[in-house]
């Protein structure tokens, strides 16, 4: 994705090359595969993967491929002056290596330049996380359909999983499913805890083409007393508030206050961010954090998920993945009424 | 694991802080926990874990478990003089911020260190490694009961993993089956092709409390011919010759010199290396390049895994786990004489 954009950077910026390895997202960026060990060089002109012998050689638009024999250290340009490293990826031994390897080179930090490139995505990105999106919809319909024979947290998220996989999914990151008083630990590792009357906190997500979805739903199992059906409510009234906020010229950040100010003398149990960019990776940029001054502006894709978590109680997050291309677009399309199943 | 004898080193070394973070593995070696986010600190006498808010306090046996906290920082030693990092795992930019947070300290790199603590395995981490061997056993008996029912890779691999996730394993890669020619890639993708006459290679593993098996099984689905059998045979007295010459002494490209020279005429079809150490990565020390001149020693665990790979036709690749503790020990026990299943 915007290879032209990034080669024209390097020209700007008179960078020879830029290496990246195999453990660097920016690879699948760049080249839409996941090689098991490789190094890509883009230069202003020529772009040029490199992976092992163990791999079968992709076809790729304008990337040549080429294995790492025995003398592929023996092509490169031992004289390349300028190289573009990405300093939130590479080690600092990778870099000694690299300087062995290019010894009249000055290396320069590349990484700003990347997280700008990613930020917003293409057309062709948004149809990826689309996909994802929908996949986790689907999965999460299935739920609800079979829920009632299932029996722990983990039978939960095992269903869940394979509903993804039957779709040509991966996963954006392991599923969360937390039964009653376990929702209140956010990053809760789901567990053998049998199904009971409550909330079930639900977070997961596909990841198609290598692009992640990222969705939470709380349902009830079993029949809620009127605070439960009061404190989801205002949950989710919050959750819908701030996706109406979302507009251009409007700072992240200012959404994130927005919903604790709405949550008013439960703000407190909202113990985390408002949400997160993804793509790629589950956590990108934009960044919610007081520190990005940056305006939402069109191609960026975010999380709004707003939380609270009684401890000793029980834990809601209702977590929709937008996209804001002018309007926003809520990509997550679960119902989000609270559900109750029968138990 | 080794903790005491690394924090001797610290000593010896006048490191006054060694410090990890989220994304290297050796602080699940130091701590047995995997965090989402998390830094920790090692240092002679005492040693800390900070993570998120957003998981839930381990309790750990000599290990103080702060929260990452608007505080946290403030309680760093500024004044730290000498500080050890892994520079194989933090980033260029990783280490920056930590040269801004310790202005005085003097930064070296512990990486050599870390490797030589976890090239031989301890006691509780060939547990770890035997059982996970044992649910990577477990699965593959399963899987040739029920490999009627199945019909694709896809499903064979699908049916392996769920097996592994049965007896509460993680797996410790991608599970690789490879029909006919497809098995010809090493790193084959598992895909939707459909079983049929020939050769399935299967490679694959079970991570039990972060450690890891990996074992490869080549089975027949149909009846082989004459050829073919003595193909798999050739492999195999390969492979069980090889294990023999495990003594101490050895050093391992010796073996992966023998394997190559049993193979005869067929051993430019041998297109790896005969394995590789295992423990919390599918791939670490000991190494079996020609440059790793130390020679086989107690604790050491590693794979013996020769492949033959003929273009177009098959392949076929043998592997087991071996532990060696004075003596070789096979730690993967599946059977390895030809694998016939009716089709």
Redesign the interface.
């Known amino acids: 994705m915007k290879l032209k954009a990034f080669q024209s950077y390097l020209k700007k910026e008179k960078i020879n090359s830029a290496i990246f390895t195999e453990k660097d997202i920016n690879l699948t960026y760049f080249t839409q595969v996941k090689p098991?060990f490789s190094y890509l060089f883009i230069s202003p002109k020529k772009v040029t993967l490199y992976i092992?012998?163990?791999?079968?050689k992709p076809r790729l638009k304008d990337i040549s491929v080429e294995f790492l024999d025995k003398n592929w250290k023996k092509k490169l340009n031992k004289n390349t002056k300028k190289i573009g490293?990405n300093?939130?990826?590479?080690?600092?031994?990778g870099?000694?290596k690299l300087k062995k390897l290019f010894p009249k080179a000055k290396f320069v930090?590349i990484?700003k330049k990347l997280v700008e490139l990613r930020e917003t995505k293409t057309v062709n990105e948004c149809k990826c996380i689309m996909k994802a999106c929908q996949i986790t919809d689907y999965a999460f319909s299935e739920l609800i359909k079979k829920i009632r024979n299932l029996k722990t947290e983990q039978e939960v998220a095992?269903f869940l999983e394979k509903k993804i996989?039957e779709k040509n999914g991966e996963l954006a990151f392991p599923t969360i499913a937390a039964m009653g008083k376990n929702a209140v630990?956010?990053?809760?590792?789901t567990s053998q805890q049998k199904l009971k009357r409550g909330f079930l906190l639900l977070d997961f997500g596909a990841k198609y083409k290598n692009y992640c979805a990222d969705m939470s739903r709380t349902i009830f199992l079993g029949t809620p007393n009127k605070n439960e059906i009061e404190m989801y409510n205002l949950l989710l009234g919050v959750q819908k508030g701030a996706i109406k906020e979302v507009k251009a010229g409007k700072k992240l950040f200012e959404l994130d206050k927005f919903a604790r100010k709405q949550l008013g003398k439960y703000s407190s149990y909202f113990?985390?961010s408002l949400g997160h960019g993804l793509g790629l990776d589950v956590h990108e940029m934009p960044s919610y954090i007081k520190d990005n001054t940056q305006k939402i502006r069109p191609g960026q894709v975010f999380t709004i998920e707003p939380g609270i978590y009684f401890p000793g109680k029980f834990g809601i997050r209702i977590e929709d993945t937008i996209l804001f291309d002018g309007k926003v677009k809520i990509l997550t399309k679960s119902r989000k009424e609270l559900i109750k199943v029968n138990i």
């Open positions: 098991s092992t012998q163990l791999d079968k490293l300093y939130a990826s590479i080690t600092v031994a870099q000694k930090d990484s095992d996989k630990i956010p990053h809760h590792q113990i985390h």
